[in-house]
Nanobody, 123 residues
């Protein structure tokens, strides 16, 4: 059974940093693409950053490129998202997702989802 559990969200001031974690079980990062998505109130869920082939390929949304960094710890089967220089527009529920056919930042291609963690950036 695939399971994804996010942690690390919270309230931070603009310009601050947070690190999200996603503990994965039921698969290995060699098998699936895995990544971070977010959904702000009243908006559609969007891709933030994904990784495939245990770190061989990474993808970022234009809005976070240069500020966010995705990484994996294969030994712990854990995915991370380091978020720096946070902006109020980064406020959203952040989800970890995985899928055997997961493609770039395409939300619909990811099959398994965590419960989400709230990130709030105050101005």
């Amino acid at each position: 059974e695939v399971r994804l559990v996010e942690s690390g969200g919270g309230l931070v001031q603009a310009g601050g940093s947070l690190r999200l974690s996603c503990a994965a079980s039921g698969f290995t990062f060699d098998e699936y693409a895995i990544g971070w998505f977010r959904q702000a109130p009243g908006k559609e869920r969007e891709g933030v950053s994904t990784i495939r082939n245990s770190g061989g390929h990474t993808y970022y949304a234009h809005s976070v490129k240069g500020r966010f960094t995705i990484s994996v710890d294969n030994a712990k089967n854990t995915l991370y998202l380091q978020m720096n220089s946070l902006k109020p527009e980064d406020t959203a529920v952040y989800y970890c997702a995985a899928g055997a056919q997961g493609s770039y930042l395409a939300t619909m291609t990811y099959d398994y989802w965590g419960q989400g963690t709230q990130v709030t950036v105050s101005s």
